[in-house]
């Protein structure tokens, strides 16, 4: 689909009015019965927002590899404006195209922007935002009642990893010489698990989220090269009126070990290590003076791993747009390390295959500012009748590598339960 010529302020204008009219759903069926309605439509996509959930499909305008950045050059506390006409799609990890394998090779950035777009609250409440076509068939979808679409029960297939146990250890132990010798303080290291997946794309994703319980932004995004599937706790932004906020999560210990994490020295130091790397990098947008963290090392339980979380915020310069905010902050350094550039250099060495879109941002830009972006962990992709999942941690001058491993197989156990190996 090919990209309009660049928006004006007038046609931006224009487009806002064409698009305020928001529409009460009555007796909705719910996000994932709405995906269900509209998956087999050009790409169709669910994002979390703010606390609630987006569903869209059928885009006006579809932009794919660098072109996002000026989809997203939006100022970052603009006149309010109703949610249609939002960009919603991923940003991949940088360098992923690098592999020549299919499930590393798809377009690593895709960003659409919707007429019409339905909003679940967590009461249950739905409106439809947008006018026209689209906007009917969605408000007419939204409350037609879809059966759960987990699907068959499939033969369990192990995944094959990228780096097996031995592997990954043996990569652990040269990061730790590495951090030794003070190339780095701190390297994200990941492996890729990947095998068939002979059901459809909606059905693993039911299945990955039932496995992974509660997570705060829940993906699927599909295009012609294949299908993102997340359930990711992690924010990677959110822009509101003119504030930045960005949520790292950086430490892990088994469920009912909360406790224990907080009190862990090594935890902790790769918390903090973090949260002063994203100081640094929202600095980059803020006015002087305005970096804080409100929130430091808060618990966070998910259903299978504790994790620590923090809160740094920026109020931003007035002349920085949302391209500028998430460029400062991507790819997260919760999945990358410290120093960002000399740790990107070594996952580039170290991890045999690339991330693919996995670990990059999966963004909702509004046409007044806002945003909010994930951080793509405990995420999918499907393409070709196969399925790869991501997972590890960061690594640092006190990682066990055996223990490195041990965590890294955890973070992937909503995969595993999915296809039915755990």
Known sequence: MPRLPHRTLSALAARRRRAAAAHVVARPSGPSALLAQVVNRPYPVMAGFFGTILVAADPVEVVAGPGIWDALAIPSDGAPAPLADAWIGYVGYPGSERSSIRSDAASPSVIARYDAIAQFFPDGQCLVWGRGTRARVLIRLAAR???????????????????DASAYAGRVATIVDRIAAGDYSQVNLVQRLETDWSGAPLAFAERLWAAAGPAAHRTYAAGPEGVLVSASPERLLAIRDGLATSSPIKGTAPVGSALALAASE?????????????????????????????????????????????????????DVTVAD???????????????????????AELEPVGRGPAFGSMVVATTDGRCDASVLIRTAWLADGRVAYWSGGGVTWDSVPSDEYAEAMAKARPFLEALGCA
Do not use: Q, W
Request: proline share 8%; charged share 20%; aromatic share 4%.
């Open 325 to 347: 905010v998430l460029r400062a902050v991507f790819p997260a350094g919760s999945i990358t390390g410290c120093p960002k550039l000399a740790a990107m250099s070594a996952i």
């Open 145 to 163: 009642y879809s059966a759960a679409h987990a699907g068959p029960d499939l033969a369990a297939v192990a995944p094959i990893s990228s780096l």
């Open 266 to 318: 090594k935890d902790r130091s790769e918390h903090i290590m973090i949260v002063d790397l994203v100081r640094n990098d929202l600095g980059r947008v803020a006015i002087p003076g305005g970096v804080a963290v409100p929130r430091l090392m808060a618990p966070l339980r998910t259903g299978y791993v504790e994790h620590l979380v923090s809160d740094v915020t920026a109020r931003l310069r007035p």
